[in-house]
């Protein structure tokens, strides 16, 4: 078991930039793969990135990508998303989730969830 707490989220003029934090605590931190998704309002919950257990493979969505970036402290239990450059559309709810178990980008796989940090990007 993982309990993952989200922090970082807020409002942001569009162009500015927010850097999220997502502790775990629980299990051993560096054995599970961690990704970032985000629900909008009215909208399916979807990906933004992923990294591996080393922190050595990323992968980001098309919306995102060159403009997020994910990065881990595994001597920290913490997986961070830089997000920069942020649009109105980046506006959601940003979950992080981990798994025990390789990187991917489907949400079903993922079994351990944070709460969710608000992120508004106003035009």
């Known amino acids: 078991q993982v309990q993952l707490v989200e922090s970082g989220g807020g409002l942001v003029q569009a162009g500015g930039s927010l850097r999220l934090s997502c502790a775990a605590s629980?299990?051993?931190?560096?054995?599970?793969?961690m990704a970032w998704f985000r629900q909008a309002p009215g909208k399916e919950r979807e990906f933004v990135a992923t990294i591996s257990v080393s922190g050595g493979r990323t992968y980001y969505a098309d919306s995102v990508k060159g403009r997020f970036t994910i990065s881990r402290d595994n001597a920290k239990s913490t997986v961070y998303l830089q997000m920069n450059s942020l649009k109105p559309e980046d506006t959601a709810v940003y979950y992080c989730?981990?798994?025990?178990?390789?990187?991917?980008?489907?949400?079903?796989?993922?079994?351990?969830w944070g709460q969710g940090t608000q992120v508004t990007a106003s035009s």
């Open positions: 629980g299990r051993t931190f560096s054995s599970y793969a």
């Open positions: 989730a981990a798994r025990d178990g390789a990187w991917t980008m489907l949400q079903r796989l993922y079994p351990y």
